[in-house]
């Protein structure tokens, strides 16, 4: 789910890996990570070719004025104030390929398709709505099954869980719904400007006055 995380962040913007860090803890829900296992991931992901990296370009109205010190400046890599050398992180178009694929996996894990809703709007609109559906579907079957459980158990502790489950289930199958909906919805009104569009339609002669 790092991977997730990190390739969507990176379609929204180049980042450096501390501003990075920064975003993945402002995530929907918070996403607990540390520079440990960052940037471990960002070497990783930069190996399979999915990011690329560059040294900080540092800020030219910071330059010194001489020009022969500028000069070498511009040979240096950028660093931080700690000394060390600061790099931009960058999508590739592989990298964005696979953030596609990463966004239309299975919706059956609670955290993972909090993060897919966070850069579903990467997706094409029918594969958006395809993710809510499956997301549905798999709601769904987990309130079958436990309508097929026994009896609820006689601790009352226990049983208040199971009765928050089942409440949470409904709340997100409602809140599903109107994410389908208005999907469709869109979709729908989409379609309908493309065929009042005059140069949609095949038989105008854009030219005829």
Known sequence: MLDLAV??????????????????????????????????????????????????????AAEPADPAAARRNRRRPA??????????????????????????????????????????????????????ELRRAHLVSLQAMARRDPAPPSDPYVRSLFQRDQQRREHDLAWLDQLIADERHNRQSEAGADLTDPRSNPFNDPTDP
């Open 7 to 60: 390739l969507g962040l990176l379609k929204e913007g180049d980042l450096h890996g501390y501003e990075l860090n920064k975003r993945l803890k402002s995530l929907v829900g918070g996403y607990a990570n540390s520079y440990g296992a960052l940037y471990p991931a960002l070497a990783r992901l930069e190996r399979r070719g999915w990011v690329s990296s560059t040294a900080a370009v540092p800020d030219i």
């Open 79 to 132: 660093k931080s104030k700690s000394g060390r050398t600061r790099k931009v992180y960058q999508i590739t178009e592989a990298g964005e390929d696979h953030l596609l694929e990463l966004l239309q996996e299975d919706a059956n894990n609670e955290r993972r398709f909090r993060l897919q809703l966070a850069f579903c709007r990467f997706l094409p609109p029918d594969r958006r709505l395809a993710l809510f």
